[in-house]
């Protein structure tokens, strides 16, 4: 069985969000980084802008204010100012 990540945003007027997702895309305040199953853990702020997720052949968007991002175990905890989705798309790719 193919390993996933559990992407979890939730802000503090209760947006939430959790999926199992394949990869893991994120502003990061010292650069964009990916985050796939198996990643070591790590504890890291990002910037305004877009987290983006793949699942399958599907992209998802996250806008996201300011966050703090915290991945444990394939759990990616996202805990922003702010989250909202965005359009999902199919990677052409596949």
Do not use: C, W
Request: hydrophobic fraction near 40%; proline fraction near 4%.
């Amino acid at each position: 069985m193919k390993e996933t990540l559990t992407l979890e945003i939730v802000t503090p007027v209760g947006f939430s969000f959790t999926e199992e997702v394949d990869e893991v895309v994120a502003p990061g305040t010292e650069g964009q980084f990916g985050v796939l199953p198996g990643h070591t853990s790590f504890l890291t702020t990002l910037e305004p802008g877009t987290l983006v997720y793949k699942k399958g052949a599907t992209l998802g968007r996250v806008s996201v204010k300011s966050a703090y991002v915290q991945v444990v175990s394939n759990h990616v905890l996202v805990l922003a100012d702010s989250a909202e989705l965005e359009n999902t798309t199919v990677d052409e790719k596949h």
